[in-house]
């Protein structure tokens, strides 16, 4: 059974500091903050390197592809599918998996990111980024 | 500092209503602060300090006013359902430092009456940090615990079966508790055959939505020995918050590895010396997970220790939440701490029913998680003793 996408995703909260981050998932790019000082990606993004402290954070953009670390199918309600995906880059962040047979989905599994629009068509709110199984999957 | 054996509970109480439409949330603190200085043989004028969590409608202030308090010590600590727990320790810092002699604690809800449950979107203010980057994702308590469980499955091989067990445990012992919400005792096959909520959580792996609430009532050692009720000193207490560590995130532990590590080494005491543990239940992976972290087996054999009645008051090794727990008896609020602190008591006291009561039960384990368990989280671990 398909993932139902006629759910409506709640709008994000947004902040000045945050407007590199929609304006690239509005462009079909998902940008990370990576720290000059450590060497570290981090996500969700923050001024200070949750690491190492230091106030040298960058956008730079992901690759937009890894795996399922973890997921859950919510049945209760209009159906969809919650999941923190491990980026190519290191960080693990919190997602939907969209576009996908929500039976076959696995831990591990290959993804690449896809971008939907949250709120709906009278109240449009910014795109954000989902996965969806990557079709070059091998294992 | 230490706080072992510097103070004690002397008085506890549990609402006895489980559905309470006709109650305002105010009114059910209130009753239940009076049953808890009754049953210490208290009054409200000897309170001096008073601690409330999140639930307490205007917090400290606005409940300090309604409840008609003189304190000269308050503490509105929120660590979500493990509030209550950290109250406690946090009531034996300020007693030992002088700032008060008896501290109130209440928490009470209605959230079966208000139509809140853990399968509704999480709602949280303006300006959390993480908000713009997850709620458009719909997480709710249900989904979050389920992903820590479907991790630690493929982590450890932990089983829907095994996790049935604990539900299976909690209804052995509503059977024997008449407040109970739940009283029926079901089979690993009635957990598995109820309908999946969020996978692989099903509707019986989750607790129950009560209304309801409770108190306790934490004294000084001078107070607590002029009063007519058994002597229960607190012997260690810890506590710890976890996240997602700037993503690195781990969701096949709690902060319960060390909140219970602080605690065990205050009290000097370890897991194997413990008679009963109230653990917090909001979904079965929440005990399970709990129990590896806090040493009483290892890391991945949850599954394996929670099987087969080892949870089960007479039967097993470590009976755990005798009153039936937040998934059978009580769970007000979404707040399961309040109610863990109040069977332990029960416990340490020879009052809990005689069907589930622990023999020669002198030193027992509390232990709360608020928060998502699969995400943020507060952990609270507190260790009793009958004296």
């Known amino acids: 059974m398909a993932a139902n996408e006629s759910r409506i995703m709640a709008i994000p909260e947004t902040h000045p500091e945050h407007e590199e981050y929609w304006k690239a998932a509005a462009e079909g790019k998902l940008i990370i903050k990576h720290c000059e000082s450590c060497g570290e990606y981090h996500h969700y993004p923050r001024v200070l390197c949750p690491f190492c402290k230091s106030e040298k954070t960058t956008w730079k953009e992901a690759k937009g592809t890894g795996t399922i670390y973890t997921y859950s199918v919510m049945r209760k309600g209009s159906p969809y599918v919650i999941a923190f995906v491990t980026l190519d880059e290191g960080p693990r962040m919190m997602t939907n998996i969209i576009d996908c047979d929500w039976d076959e989905l696995h831990i591990d599994q290959r993804v690449k990111v896809a971008f939907m ?6 109240n449009p709110g910014p795109c954000v980024p989902c996965f969806t199984p990557s079709m070059t999957e091998n294992s | 500092m230490t706080i072992k054996g510097r103070a004690y509970i002397a008085g506890a109480f549990e609402h006895p209503m489980r559905k309470a439409p006709d109650k305002s949330v105010s009114a059910i603190h209130a009753e239940c602060a009076k049953g808890a200085l009754a049953d210490a043989g208290l009054s409200f004028a000897d309170v001096d300090g008073y601690f409330c969590a999140g639930d307490a409608p205007g917090g400290v202030h606005s409940m300090v006013d309604y409840l008609g308090l003189d304190v000269r010590h308050a503490d509105g600590t929120d ?16 007693i030992i430092s002088g700032k008060c002699n008896v501290a109130l604690i209440t928490m009470g809800g209605r959230p079966r009456s208000e139509g809140r449950s853990g399968v509704k979107q999480k709602i949280v203010g303006a300006n959390v940090p993480e908000a713009p980057f997850e709620l458009t994702y719909g997480p709710t308590a249900v989904n979050e615990y389920a992903m820590a469980t479907m991790r630690h499955m493929h982590e450890y091989g932990t089983t829907s079966e095994q996790l049935a067990w604990v539900k299976v445990a909690a209804s052995h012992h509503a059977k024997h508790n008449p407040n109970a919400m739940l009283r029926d005792v079901v089979t690993v096959e009635d957990v598995l055959s109820s309908p999946m909520i969020a ?6 792996d989750c607790c129950v939505v009560s209304d309801g609430g409770g108190a306790i009532i934490v004294v000084s050692p001078e107070i607590a020995k002029s009063l007519n009720r058994p002597l229960i000193r607190v012997l260690g207490a810890g506590e710890s918050s976890k996240g997602l560590l700037g993503g690195k995130a781990d969701l096949t532990y709690s902060g319960a590895v060390r909140s219970g590590a602080s605690a065990f080494a ?6 194997q010396d413990i008679k009963y543990a109230s653990i917090y239940d909001s979904f079965t992976i929440t005990v399970l997970m709990q129990l590896e972290d806090l040493g009483f ?6 599954g394996k220790f929670v099987a087969d009645g080892n949870l089960i008051s007479g039967v097993g090794k470590l009976p755990i939440n005798t009153d039936g727990g937040g998934l059978n008896n009580n769970h007000p609020s979404g707040r399961g701490g309040m109610i863990k602190l109040i069977e332990a008591v029960r416990q340490l006291r020879g009052e809990s029913h005689p069907k589930v009561q622990v023999n020669n039960c002198d030193l027992a384990l509390v232990h709360g998680t608020g928060g998502g368990l699969a995400s943020r ?5 507190l260790i009793l003793e009958r004296v």
């Open chain 1, 117 to 122: 629009q949250s709120g709906n068509q009278n």
């Open chain 2, 79 to 94: 660590t979500g359902g493990s509030s209550y727990i950290a109250h406690v320790s946090h009531a034996a810092q300020a």
């Open chain 2, 199 to 204: 996978d692989p959580l099903h509707r019986l």
């Open chain 2, 266 to 271: 205050e009290a000097g005491v370890n897991s």
């Open chain 2, 297 to 302: 087996c290892k890391k991945g054999e949850g």
């Open chain 2, 377 to 381: 989280h507060g952990s609270a671990t």
